[in-house]
């Protein structure tokens, strides 16, 4: 009987939304994060905590030892990894070691989220950003510090104040929506997934721009997407980057400005993935080989995501029922601090409009259900 082939490895800050569409094309996964979640499990062969204590980033040994436990270098397995390395490309590299590599090359991510290496290229390619200065400027109203190995906008915040940090730049503070687009690369090429509207979520004291959720099938002008298109061809071909990634720019008007390239899965792959037949983890497998999509898949609906924050210090009960637009569903007897971040909530529509204020009703009612439970 020939040995049954090696699952995927996903690793990320959260690898909920990969094992779900890897699930989709039945690929066979095993997940390392920081939650390992209900619902992760149920999508994964097996899935565990690899989170640092008193920080939600990897802890190096215990992500290194339960890789090799789990999907041992040198297996016919590959190497799925989402949000967690920016900023940490020698984690990823020794990750990577003995694993084929489904994603950007740890080299390719060292470059594009070097501050002194990728505005300088969006410089000769033509492609706006706001003002970026490696050394504090002289007045630090209207700038923003932020740190190359963040994500999810926890290492961004107002300049001033409090130090910061090695490796950190400042970015000038721009009026603008805060826009970003999923994409999928082969190296050379771009194709665009969709456009999305993003917000945050200053839920904790100091962090003013976490991530708090974005809802996709925003239209664009016609001139700002035809521009955008090209431009995402000539980075592609400029940085060698393949797979599903993400940009986050402003738009203001007809003008579109980058704030920063994701190199990696971000989380407005699911607001997609359901109009993928097998799902866009599938794609950004195939597009790690050089294949694209002929053109973006009909829209079956406008989605929309949300993270929901604890408001108080709850300890979830096995009783508590999560709707089933929940996702990121925490284990029973999880203990959460004000601000932590419990759940994603869900909801789409025929239009961005009707499917942020189903989201916002979804969000509120959760909300309620979770201090009437604490209290």
């Known amino acids: 009987m020939p040995a049954q082939p090696q699952p995927l490895l996903i690793v990320a800050v959260t690898g909920r939304a990969l094992a779900a569409s890897a699930a989709r094309a039945r690929h066979a996964v095993v997940v ?15 899935c565990r905590l690899v989170v640092a204590s008193r920080s939600l980033r990897f802890d190096r ?3 290194l030892e339960a890789a090799q436990e789990m999907a041992p270098a040198g297996g016919d397995g590959g190497l799925v990894y989402g949000s967690g390395f920016e900023g940490r490309p020698g984690l990823l590299r020794r990750l990577a070691e003995g694993r084929r590599l489904h994603g950007n090359a740890p080299a390719v991510v060292a470059s594009v989220r070097n501050p002194g290496t990728f505005f300088p290229l969006l410089d000769r390619l033509g492609i706006r950003h706001p003002e970026v200065r490696l050394e504090p400027p002289s007045e630090s109203a209207g700038w923003l ?3 190359p190995g963040g ?13 910061t940090g090695t490796g950190a730049y400042f970015q000038r503070l721009e009026q603008g929506r805060v826009m970003s687009v999923l994409f999928l690369a082969d190296g050379m090429r771009a194709r665009v997934i969709g456009f999305n509207e993003q917000w945050t979520a200053p839920v904790r004291p100091g962090l003013p721009f976490l991530y708090g959720g974005a809802v996709g099938g ?5 001139t700002v997407e035809a521009d955008l298109r090209a ?14 990634n993400g940009i986050d720019f402003l738009l203001r008007g007809d003008e579109w400005s980058v704030l920063e390239l994701n190199p990696r899965p971000t989380a407005t792959m699911e607001l997609y993935d359901p109009d993928y037949a097998g799902g866009l983890f599938d794609w950004h497998l195939r597009a790690c080989g050089g294949e694209l999509p002929a053109q973006p898949a009909p829209a079956g609906a406008v989605r929309a995501h949300a993270v929901v924050h604890a408001v108080a210090a709850w300890q979830v009960a096995p009783a508590f029922a999560f709707p089933g637009w929940c996702r990121d569903v925490p284990n029973p007897g999880t203990r959460l601090s004000p601000g932590d971040p419990v759940c994603t909530v869900h909801a789409e529509a025929v239009d961005p409009e009707r499917a942020v204020a189903l989201l916002r009703q979804r969000r509120a009612a959760l909300e309620r259900a979770m ?3 604490a209290a």
């Open 231 to 244: 431009k995402l061809d000539a980075l592609a071909a400029a940085t060698g980057i393949v797979g599903l």
């Open 145 to 147: 510090v932020k740190h």
């Open 218 to 222: 925003i239209a664009l002008p016609a």
């Open 32 to 46: 390392l994060d920081c939650f390992a979640d209900r619902d992760t499990r149920l999508a994964a062969i097996d």
């Open 61 to 63: 040994r215990r992500l």
């Open 371 to 373: 201090i009437a439970e």
């Open 151 to 163: 994500a999810g906008g926890a290492q961004v915040r107002h300049a001033g104040g409090r130090r």
